[in-house]
């Protein structure tokens, strides 16, 4: 079993409570593993929104890049769900959507086309909701909101043909969406909790903290993220660790990472 996570100009790899890092010319954010190939959303270091998402095999060789004819800005989380690559595009309040059999692309607003915020920074312009997050099951599309306007994260469920259903606050500065059981849960990322939309409470107790980033093993381990909280600036300097979990939630390990940054995103193969 490895773990793949990004950290920001590098992947960290995670191998037997060991730790190997595979450098990158750009700054990454969402990864997803899908038919023994990465696929990582970057973005040049000049760049401060501007995304677009390569591909590469296991042993970080570059197959392609894939071409969106939609802007791909502040991407966050990216999922691969039915033969379909989801992109949260968090600057405009998007998904986009590339069809892997149809070779097409699509570009889904959930909460409508956003207006200009008026006074305030270019980089939060059209970001009422900020989608940091997807999950989406056989009846249901989940988006988590996490904008920093409002005191707590929103999360969203749409039908499969993206019709808005229902929204409910859950959390602050939430990121993540997963299942247990009935229950979803999220990272309430900014109390260093696990929450769920049934009353599931989890406190990890760090309180120096970020916590973001989560992947689950096949026999049900959960692996999360937790990032030192600090400047943007400073965050690359820091340690972070991984908390790992059995699936009952309780604690098994905790594995540290020495001046790697912030955690943004883990998969697991």
């Excluded at 660790?241 to 699936?247: A, F, N, S």
Aim: proline share 3%; hydrophobic share 40%; net charge negative.
């Amino acid at each position: 079993m490895k773990l793949f996570i990004t950290v920001g100009n590098q992947i960290a790899i995670v191998e037997n409570d060991q730790v190997i890092y595979h450098p990158l010319n750009e700054f990454a954010h969402g990864i997803e593993i899908f038919n023994n190939q990465l696929f990582i959303a970057v973005r040049e270091f000049q760049s401060i929104i501007d995304y677009n998402i390569k591909v590469f095999d296991l042993k970080f060789n570059l197959i392609k890049t894939l071409q969106s004819p939609y802007k791909l800005q502040d991407v966050h989380e990216i999922m691969i769900h039915n033969n379909k690559l989801w992109i949260t595009c968090a600057y405009d309040d998007k998904i986009v959507i590339y069809d892997f059999e149809t070779d097409k692309w699509q570009e889904w607003y959930p909460l409508g086309i956003p207006e200009p915020i008026p006074n305030i920074e270019d980089i939060r312009k059209y970001d009422h909701h900020h989608f940091n997050s997807i999950m989406i099951d056989e009846n249901y599309i989940y988006l988590m909101a996490n904008n920093l306007q409002y005191a707590h994260s929103e999360l969203h469920t749409f039908d499969l043909s993206f019709n808005h259903l229902s929204s409910i606050q859950i959390g602050k500065q939430s990121h993540n969406i997963w299942e247990k059981g009935d229950e979803l849960l999220v990272c309430s990322s900014a109390e260093q909790k696990i929450i769920g939309t049934k009353g599931f409470n989890l406190d990890l107790s760090d309180k120096e903290t970020f916590i973001r980033g989560v992947t689950i093993t096949p026999e049900g381990d959960i692996y999360i993220g937790a990032s030192l909280i600090a400047p943007r600036e400073e965050r690359q300097l820091l340690y972070s660790k991984i908390y790992h979990l059995d699936k009952n939630y309780k604690l098994l390990d905790t594995f540290t990472m020495d001046q790697i940054g912030a955690i943004y995103a883990i998969r697991i193969v």
